[in-house]
Nanobody, 116 residues
Framework: QVQLVESGGGLVQPGGSLRLSCAAS????????VSWYRQAPGKERELVAR????????NYLESVKGRFTISRDNAKTTAYLQMNSLKPEDTAVYYC?????????WGQGTQVTVSS
C-alpha cells in the first residue's frame, strides 16, 4: 500500500522554525522526485520546493528562498522541509508529493499556522 505521511506542522510564531517530514512507504521512494506544495485558504496550490531522485534540488518558490530547505534521506524513505524565519504568509496546508513519470502520489497534508 502506497503511503505518504506528512508530519511536523503546527502553530508557530513569526520568525520561528518548523521541520516537516514526509514518510514514504509502498513504492521505490529513491527513484522518485519529491516536492512540497502548499495551499492557503482561498488560494491555489503552489509548488514550494522540489528535490530530484538524485538529491539535486531543482526548484524553490521565490518567496521561500533562503528560508526553506528541502532534503531527503533515501535510506529512511523520508523527505524533509526545514522552514526557518517563518512569516504569517507561510500559513497553509503543506503537502508532500512523489512523482516518477505517470506515477504520482500525494500525502494528506499538514497544517502550518504562523501567528502571534
Amino acid at each position: 500500500q502506497v503511503q505518504l505521511v506528512e508530519s511536523g506542522g503546527g502553530l508557530v510564531q513569526p520568525g520561528g522554525s518548523l521541520r516537516l517530514s514526509c514518510a514514504a512507504s509502498g513504492f521505490a521512494f529513491s527513484n522518485y522526485a519529491v516536492s512540497w506544495y502548499r495551499q492557503a485558504p482561498g488560494k491555489e496550490r503552489e509548488l514550494v520546493a522540489r528535490i530530484r531522485s538524485t538529491g539535486v534540488i531543482s526548484n524553490y518558490l521565490e518567496s521561500v528562498k533562503g528560508r526553506f530547505t528541502i532534503s531527503r534521506d533515501n535510506a529512511k524513505t523520508t523527505a524533509y522541509l526545514q522552514m526557518n524565519s517563518l512569516k504569517p504568509e507561510d500559513t497553509a496546508v503543506y503537502y508532500c508529493n512523489a512523482k516518477l513519470s505517470w506515477s504520482d502520489f500525494w500525502g494528506q497534508g499538514t497544517q502550518v499556522t504562523v501567528s502571534s
